[in-house]
Nanobody, 120 residues
Framework: HVQLVESGGGSVQAGGSLRLSCAASGDTYRRNCMGWFRQSPGKEREKVASIYTDSSSTDYAGSVKGRFAISSDNPKNMVFLQMYSLKSEDTALYYC??????????????WGQGTQVTVS
């Protein structure tokens, strides 16, 4: 099992910055890839960014590329999402996910409870 706890969400004005944190615990073999997804009311959950914990290889959604940066601190079991130049369309509930195989979450992978980001 894996436990994920997100923090760092909040309300910010457009153009501002926020840093989300995800504290992970549990089976490390199930944390091959860590990611951030988001969901806003009436929309599908979408991938924001991902990072492979062994290689630090990253991937971003086109809508956030150049504005967001994902990073990990493996000894501390932490994953971060630094968000710059926030826009109103970034408003969503942001989830941390631990993926065992590849970078696409499956039914056996683990999600946090989410942290709300509101940009006005």
């Amino acid at each position: 099992h894996v436990q994920l706890v997100e923090s760092g969400g909040g309300s910010v004005q457009a153009g501002g910055s926020l840093r989300l944190s995800c504290a992970a615990s549990g089976d490390t073999y199930r944390r091959n890839c860590m990611g951030w997804f988001r969901q806003s009311p009436g929309k599908e959950r979408e991938k924001v960014a991902s990072i492979y914990t062994d290689s630090s290889s990253t991937d971003y959604a086109g809508s956030v590329k150049g504005r967001f940066a994902i990073s990990s601190d493996n000894p501390k079991n932490m994953v971060f999402l630094q968000m710059y130049s926030l826009k109103s369309e970034d408003t969503a509930l942001y989830y941390c996910v631990a993926v065992a195989r590849g970078d696409v979450p499956g039914n056996d992978d683990y999600w946090g409870q989410g942290t709300q980001v509101t940009v006005s």
